[in-house]
C-alpha cells in the first residue's frame, strides 16, 4: 500500500481568470489526511469551502465548474489535474476569486509550484480503487464515450477527431502517473476561430490571450475578423502559420490538443473523489461525458465500499463466548441469536452466529424451502448492539435492552441454514442516558445480506 501525500508548505501563484478576466490569487495549503481536494473562496464571508466533487458539478460550459450552496468555482480541472498528476492526494486550494489563474492554458506551472512547495509523505494508506470489471459512459448525443478496464496501474488514452483539416484526428496516451510532468501538463488549451469569434461576441474568455491557449483556424479570415482579433488580443499584427495556428506560438507537441484532452480527463476524473488503478480509453472526450462517467464511477466506489464484507478470522478465540454473552444479555434460546463476539470498542462490535437447520423458526418459515426471516437477522443485529451498550454499565445483568426505533431497513440477500452470519455495528452518536443509535451490517457468505439503523435504550430492572 501507498502512503498518502501533500504538500510541505504553502505556495502562491497569481494569475487572471480565463472566462473572467479577474486578477486571482491562488494559494496551495497542506491538508490533513483523507482530506483529498478543497477549493476555498477567501474573498467571501464564511470562507466557504467546495470540495471536488462530482456531485457539484453544475455545468461543463467552457470548462469544469462547481457550485456549493451558491458557492462557485470555474475551470477547476487544469488545478485537479497537477494535483492527480503529481500524486499529491490532501491539499486546499485557495482562491480569491471563482476561477483559478489560467497562467499558459496548461498544468505547467501549477505543477512547477506543487514541487517547489516539497511534496511530503503523510502516515495514512491511499485508498485505491482497483477495477475489476468494464465500466463505461456513452453520451448518444455526441458520441463521446468513456470505458475503464482493469489495468496495474492508472494509465489514459485518448482519442479525438475535431472533424477539421487543419486538426483532424489525433490520440494520446499516459502510461504512468509520473511521467505526467513530462508528457502531459505543459499541454495548453485550445479553441478553434469560430468558436473564439462567439466568445468574444459574447463578451466571454476575458483573460484570454494568445499565450494562454492554441488558436486553431479552420476558416477563412476575414479582414474585419482580424481587426477584431488584433483588438482583442492586442496585438498589432496577427497572422496564419502553415501548421493552421494564429500568430507565432509554436506548438509543444504535434498531437498536443489530444494531450490537453487527456489532461483534461485527468483533471475531472479528479472529482471521483477516489485513486483508479485501471485503464481509462476516452473517446471524443469533453467535460460533459467526463464528469457524467466521474459522477458514475464514483457512485459504483460509494456502492462497493457500503457493501464492502469486512475479513474476520472465525477460528481465532472469541471475545466472548455464548456463556459469556448471556451473562450479558437477558436473552435466553431459542431467542439467542448471537454465538460469540469477535471485537468490542467504544465505538462498535462485532458478532457471530451460526445458522443451522436446528433453528426453530425454520419449522414454519417456509416448509421446504427454509429461509431466516428478515425481522430475526434485525433482532440479532440488535443483540449485537445490545453488547455495545451493555458494556457501558458496571452490572449489565441488571438491564434490559428496548428497541426505540428502526429505519432505512434492507435485506439483499437470503439468509439459509449452513450460513455464517457476521454483524457489525458502529455507532453513530455517543450512547447518552443508555440511547445507543447505531448503523448495524449483516454479512454472510462475503456478501452484505442486510442493514439497518437502530436504536435502542437499557432500561435498569433491579435495585442495587
Known amino acids: 500500500m501507498t502512503k498518502q501525500r501533500t504538500i510541505a508548505k504553502e505556495i502562491t501563484l497569481t494569475g487572471v481568470g480565463l472566462h473572467t478576466g479577474e486578477n486571482v490569487t491562488m494559494k496551495f495549503v497542506p491538508a490533513p489526511e483523507n482530506h483529498g481536494y478543497a477549493f476555498k473562496r477567501v474573498d467571501l464571508e464564511g ?43 490532501n491539499v486546499m486550494i485557495e482562491l480569491d476569486a471563482p476561477e483559478p489563474p489560467i497562467m499558459d492554458g496548461s498544468s505547467k506551472y501549477f505543477v512547477e509550484a506543487l514541487e517547489k512547495a516539497g511534496i511530503v509523505e503523510q502516515e495514512a494508506e491511499r485508498e485505491v480503487y482497483v477495477v475489476k470489471d468494464v465500466i463505461t459512459y456513452r453520451d448518444e448525443a455526441t458520441g463521446s464515450e468513456i470505458t475503464v478496464i482493469p489495468s496495474e496501474e492508472y494509465q489514459v488514452t485518448t482519442m ?3 472533424g477539421t483539416k487543419v486538426l483532424g484526428t489525433q490520440n494520446a496516451t499516459l502510461e504512468r502517473l509520473s511521467d505526467f510532468k513530462a508528457e502531459i501538463s505543459d499541454s495548453r488549451t485550445f479553441s478553434f476561430l469560430h468558436e473564439l469569434e462567439m466568445l468574444l461576441e459574447h463578451g466571454l474568455i476575458k483573460g484570454g490571450d494568445l499565450n494562454n491557449a492554441i488558436v486553431y483556424v479552420d476558416k477563412e479570415i476575414s ?31 504535434p498531437n498536443e490538443a489530444a494531450r490537453h484532452k487527456l489532461l483534461d480527463v485527468i483533471g475531472d476524473l479528479a472529482l471521483i473523489g477516489s485513486r483508479i488503478q485501471g485503464k481509462v480509453i476516452a473517446n471524443k472526450p469533453g467535460h460533459y461525458v467526463n464528469t457524467q462517467f466521474a459522477k458514475k464511477l464514483a457512485k ?35 431467542f439467542l441469536l448471537v454465538d460469540k463476539i469477535l471485537e468490542l470498542s467504544d465505538k ?60 432505512n431497513v434492507k435485506f439483499k440477500q437470503q439468509v439459509v441454514p449452513g450460513d455464517t452470519l457476521i454483524f457489525k455495528c458502529d455507532l453513530m452518536s455517543p450512547i447518552r442516558r443508555g440511547i445507543c443509535h447505531m448503523q448495524a451490517y449483516a454479512y454472510a457468505n462475503g456478501k452484505l445480506v442486510s442493514e439497518a439503523e437502530l436504536m ?3 432500561v435498569k430492572t433491579k435495585n442495587d
Open 47 to 89: 470562507e466557504p469551502i467546495i470540495e471536488a466533487d462530482a456531485n457539484y458539478v453544475i455545468n461543463t460550459q467552457r470548462g469544469t465548474n462547481l457550485e456549493k450552496r451558491g458557492v462557485k468555482i470555474q475551470t477547476s480541472e487544469h488545478v485537479l489535474a497537477a494535483l492527480v498528476g503529481l500524486e499529491i492526494d
Open 160 to 162: 479525438v477527431d475535431f
Open 223 to 253: 479582414e474585419a475578423t482580424m481587426v477584431k482579433l488584433q483588438k482583442a488580443f492586442k496585438k498589432e499584427k496577427l497572422s496564419v502559420k502553415p501548421n493552421g495556428i494564429l500568430d507565432n506560438l509554436t506548438l509543444h507537441h
Open 300 to 334: 459504483i466506489i460509494k456502492l462497493e465500499k457500503r457493501n464492502k464484507v469486512p475479513k474476520y478470522d472465525l477460528n481465532k478465540a472469541p471475545l466472548m463466548d455464548v456463556t459469556q454473552i448471556m451473562g450479558m444479555l437477558p436473552h435466553r434460546p431459542p
Open 348 to 407: 462498535h462490535v462485532v458478532g457471530v452466529k451460526n445458522v443451522t437447520m436446528n433453528e426453530p423458526f425454520f419449522v414454519g418459515h417456509f416448509p421446504g424451502a427454509p429461509v431466516m426471516p428478515g425481522v430475526l437477522q434485525v433482532e440479532a443485529m440488535a443483540q449485537t448492539g445490545g453488547i455495545l451498550v451493555l458494556s457501558t454499565v458496571p452490572d449489565p445483568e441488571n438491564y434490559l435492552t428496548y428497541f426505540m426505533k428502526i429505519d
Open 456 to 458: 435502542a435504550q437499557i
